[in-house]
């Protein structure tokens, strides 16, 4: 696997590089699969019934329930690019909490908040 060059300053961006690299080593394995994963997952995150930012909450409401520290990082990056406010990020922890309990809470309260207030204060 070619490895990308690009090293980030800080935990969030490194993050989402090294899980593009993997996810690229495993799109050179399966392209036929991995480009059905991608078409599809792009798909579910257009605007429709639900706008983008709403559907980012949703996909960090789960990724924090979920235990997913990639997707927690990813998608609260994906709620701040589409201007989802620090309330509405603490109500989608206490939400998710609500059904994770404190497993939910402890990804809530550090990893997606900390991850939060990188992407708002170094916005692309």
Known sequence: MEKDTDHHENFFDQSILDYKEGINHLKDKLP???????????SCFEAGALDQKTKQLLALAISIYAQDEYCIIYHTKGAAEHQATEDEIMETVAVSAALGGGAAMAQGVTLTMDSYHHYTNNTH
């Not at 036929?32 to 792009?42: A, I, L, N, P």
């Open 32 to 42: 036929k699969m991995t480009q059905g994963y991608f078409d599809f997952t792009e």
